[in-house]
């Protein structure tokens, strides 16, 4: 399961309110860019997502595939030195699933 900060979801938030997009099971789906990166689309959920809420809306959406392979990781947030707001995947340590790890990559 992926874990998911209460700021990275504020974010998600926001992101789908900027593009848009509308409805209860429509949210913001991980996938696999062809780079190997990890990139948002908007999707409808599915029966065996991951589904996350945040103030009553869908914010992302997890297929098994991408459970599998971001198992033991946490989406948060990190500010840029231009001042945005970037989602970024951070790796858990096994002994403490809340600390922040020491591996990150942009989402």
């Known amino acids: 399961m992926v874990s998911v900060s209460e700021r990275a979801k ?5 992101q789908k309110q900027a593009a848009n997009l509308e409805g209860e099971a429509v949210g913001l789906r991980v996938a696999a860019a062809p780079t190997g990166q990890w990139m948002l689309v908007a999707d409808h959920a599915r029966e065996d997502d991951q589904v996350v809420e945040h103030r009553g809306s869908t914010v ?3 297929d098994p595939v991408a459970q599998s392979a ?6 948060d947030c990190v500010q840029t030195t231009e001042g945005d707001t970037e989602l970024i995947l ?7 699933a809340d600390s922040d790890g ?5 989402l």
Do not use: F, P, T
Request: proline share 0%; aromatic share 0%.
């Open 10 to 14: 504020e974010r998600l938030l926001e």
């Open 60 to 62: 992302l959406l997890v």
């Open 70 to 75: 971001l198992d033991g990781v946490r989406v």
């Open 90 to 96: 951070v790796a858990l340590d096994d002994d403490d």
């Open 102 to 106: 020491d591996e990150e990559s942009e």
